[in-house]
């Protein structure tokens, strides 16, 4: 058994407002894959989701935020601890500046920046996921990325408190930030706040059709996936090694290299994590025997793997 497990913190966590235990999680990712959290929470209010980590610290107690899950590959096991989303999808525009909440999809904000006749943010439409996880890993398509427009990010730092973080704070760089690998490992983000420029919210509504129909003959959106597996190496893109190294089609049980695009994994229905692990160590291992290059992950693998 766990070692937070003690029946004071059981108590704690079944106490929570609108706590939920052992409840799935595969339906709440992209990829249809993965075990249930031990205890779930999806909230709207900051600071009932400020509260469960605060409290998830105090009691030794491990917690998971999850954006929208769409970059994210949960282990077949589950989830120890304690999950906590934030669903605040609230916005507010005040002249070319809009500030949107952590839960709200980059897809419906650039429609709604479009509205309001705003440009600059239509590579958002090309972005699956929340801000809060844009924020998180400085989400981008077709070569513009979130830190390009975005002025700060207010967020929450357990022991600390909230929290207002410029973009050079925030360490932001090729799907990186302080929140995923370095100081703000663990801290929430609530909302983002970027900088766009009035213009006709008409062309920029053509130009995210175009890129949608793009993207929909490039990329496996039809199937479920979560988005790039690999980062793309310096100079180089991980779709084509992959499509050099002849490893699309290649699969692991229901797991498959997308034959569209080679640096997307799909489920073809019923994949379960670890077959999309061994996937992704297949193509890495042959990536890495055929052209000595080292693909590095960008989706992110969380839960119990052992
Ligand atoms: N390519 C191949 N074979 C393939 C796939 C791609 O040869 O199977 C070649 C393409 O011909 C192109 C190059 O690789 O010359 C780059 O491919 P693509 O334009 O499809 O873009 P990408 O680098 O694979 C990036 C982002 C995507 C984003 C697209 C659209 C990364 C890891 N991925 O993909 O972001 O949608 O650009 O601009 O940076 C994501 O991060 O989850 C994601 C989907």
């Not at 952590?102 to 904000?109: D, V």
Request: with cysteine.
């Amino acid at each position: 058994m766990s070692s937070w497990k003690t029946r004071a913190n059981l108590g704690w966590l079944r106490a929570l407002p609108g706590v939920k235990e052992d409840e799935p999680l595969a339906s709440r990712t992209s990829f249809g894959i993965g075990g249930p959290a031990d205890f779930f929470l999806e909230v709207a209010r900051p600071e009932a989701c400020e509260k469960a980590i605060e409290g998830c610290c105090e009691h030794g107690i491990p917690y998971l935020l999850l954006g929208a899950g769409t970059n994210l590959l949960i282990a077949d096991k589950g989830v120890e601890g304690l999950v906590i989303r934030i669903v605040n999808r609230e916005h507010q525009i005040e002249g070319t500046r809009v500030r949107a909440g952590a839960g709200l999809k980059m897809m419906r904000l650039a429609r709604i920046v479009a509205d309001a006749n705003l440009r600059g943010f239509e590579f958002a439409i090309g972005v699956p996921g929340s801000v809060g996880g844009a924020v998180y890993q400085d989400a981008g398509c077709w070569g513009k990325e979130l830190r390009e427009v975005l002025v700060d990010a207010e967020g929450y730092v357990p022991g600390k408190g909230p929290q207002r973080w410029s973009p050079i704070q925030l360490q932001l760089g090729y799907r990186t930030s302080a929140l995923r690998d370095g100081a703000l490992k663990g801290a929430l983000v609530v909302a983002a706040t970027v900088q766009l420029q009035r213009g006709d919210g008409e062309e920029a509504k053509q130009l995210m059709a175009r890129l949608t129909r793009e993207r929909n003959e490039t990329q496996p959106i039809k199937t479920k996936n979560c988005g790039s597996v690999f980062k793309n190496p310096p100079g180089d893109s991980a779709g084509r090694l992959v499509q050099a190294a002849g490893l699309k089609g290649m699969r692991e049980g229901a797991a498959v290299v997308s034959t569209l695009h080679g640096n997307f994994i799909v489920n073809e229905g019923g994949a379960t994590a670890a077959d999309v692990r061994r996937l992704i160590d297949n193509v890495m291992a042959e990536v890495r025997r055929r052209f000595g290059a080292e693909l590095e992950p960008e989706v992110e693998m969380v839960g119990r793997w052992k």
